[in-house]
Structures are given as C-alpha cells and as structure tokens.
C-alpha cells in the first residue's frame, strides 16, 4: 500500500520536529522524496536512506519478535484505541525501530549494541505507542477511513 511509507514518514517527522509542529509536513516530504536529512534525535548525525528496513542480526531479529509477542499476551493492543489502529501503529512502530537503529549503526556499518537497542526500543514505547495524541488520531482516522468505505 502507498499509504504505510506516509505513515512511516510521517511518525518519523513527528519525532524529529516535536518542538516545531510547522516544520513536520516539509520534513515528511523531504523523505518521502529521499532527501538526506539531519536528525534532530541524533545529533551530528544524517538520518539513514529512507525505505523499510529488515534486522540485520539474529538478536535484533529475537529482540523485535518478543516484543511483537508481549504486547500481544500482554493485550496491550487491546486497549488504548481501536483495534485495527492500534495494529498499524505496532506496525510502524517497528518500522521507526529499525529506521532508527540503521541511523544509530551508521547506515548498518556496524552491528547493534545493547545501547542501539535501548535506544531505539525507548523512543518507541515512549513516543509512538504510549505518548502521541497526534499519532494516535491520525492511526485512528485511517480505520475511520475503513470503516465508511
């Protein structure tokens, strides 16, 4: 679908321009056009080629699936919003995740390290899937959108 890499960018201008809201559609063009940009959560460094990313290692691989899995049983998609909103924003939550680990590896250059995970499973679960009214609406009016369709 055409509609994810919006998505995907969009999340990703949002956590870069938090403190500048009238920056973000300019910065979520500029990568879903491919331009190299500076990143604001990563300072001194460029944020990596924008496209969907795959773990790298085996631990990045484990890491990602029990995550997947506790949010799960732990019925954490259960709440907090509907359902088929919720599935989306996981699902591009993961995305960011590894989005950011390219950048914080330079570019894949190196393995992750235990610091590279915390990292990047931090901003996660602090600003996408537990702390953004923003996100969290705009997830929400894409299953609106299903819904009347």
Not at 93 to 101: C, E
Not at 119 to 148: K, P, Q
Request: charged share 15%.
């Amino acid at each position: 679908s055409r509609l994810f890499p919006f998505y995907f960018a969009y999340t990703v201008a949002s956590l870069e321009n938090s403190d500048s809201p009238e920056s973000l559609e300019n910065y979520c063009g500029d990568l879903l056009e491919g331009k190299a940009l500076p990143s604001n959560l990563l300072p001194s460094q460029s944020l990596p080629e924008f496209q969907l990313y795959r773990p790298v290692d085996e631990t990045t691989q484990a890491l990602i699936e029990r995550y997947i899995q506790n949010l799960v049983l732990g019925k954490q998609l259960l709440s907090g919003g509907p359902f088929v909103s919720r599935l989306l924003m996981l699902s591009v939550s993961v995305a960011v995740l590894l989005f950011y680990l390219q950048a914080r590896t330079n570019g894949g250059s190196r393995a992750p390290v235990h610091d590279d995970h915390v990292w990047c499973f931090h901003l996660v679960e602090t600003c996408i899937l537990s702390h953004t009214d923003v996100l969290a609406s705009l997830f929400a009016h894409f299953e609106s959108e299903l819904d009347s369709n």
